[in-house]
């Protein structure tokens, strides 16, 4: 973890000192959810209740905050649009069924926006399964196509198969000694495979990687760039300041929301 973040900290290009320069930053801070379930028994580090969920975003709106997208992020950074005043980004991790049961509604009703980024192996075991259970189950495929056309879910690329950790190779990371032609393959080959998914079921081709585990390797950055990818999303707790600089959008900074920490408590001690 400590090698992803130090490639992390490369990758960001030192937006500080552009903002100390002169340059007009927006402040933009992205939360990360998981999973949500009603049970609090099994709220945790990476799970919270619906109700929590949408306790953040009332506080959220109540502040004045306006949920965006990653490809609104783009567009105002190639200069093809503009973005509110207090933007913020939520963002779900993994594809959980719980998204759809639960978060969808509850944006539906604020008319929030949400980014949700599949891991495409389990939007496949799910699609081809009956066996949905809330604890457990990923959104299926005809799921995700109905989140996409909604117009307030985005759907962005978290790896095909990548979000693994056997004690050697965790998530996206370039495992030591691996030869970066073959590290460069083996990526290429994953997260072509999830873009055409996204692409069959649903139409769409994300222009964001997230990085499973948030586990970053510098020599990822030229194949993504490569494949067209716009974008990146980290777990490096910190808020992002952007001045506009494109590749300032490859290492995007995110907050984990836990159990008992609540958005407000988050995004207030970083002011």
Known sequence: MLAGL???????GMPAARVAQGSVAVELPILMYHHLLKESSRHGKYVISPDDFAADLDWLLSQGYETVTVGQVIDWANGRGSLPQKPVMITFDDGYESFYEY????????NCKAVLSVIGR???EYTETEDHHINYSHCTWMQIDE???SGLVEIQNHSYDLHTYDGEKKGSMKVSGEEVIHY????????SRMQSLCEYWCGITPTA???PFGSVSAEALPVLKEMGFQAALTCLEEVNYLTGDA???FSLGRFNRPAGKT???ILQAQS
Do not use: H
């Open 122 to 124: 389990y939007a496949d």
């Open 184 to 191: 460069q393959e083996r990526l290429r080959d994953d997260v």
């Open 209 to 211: 990687f997230t990085y």
């Open 263 to 265: 958005a407000q408590q």
């Open 6 to 12: 130090l490639a992390v900290s490369l990758l960001r």
């Open 247 to 249: 590749d300032q959008l």
């Open 103 to 110: 978060a969808f509604p509850i944006l539906q009703q604020r």
């Open 147 to 149: 989140l996409a056309q």
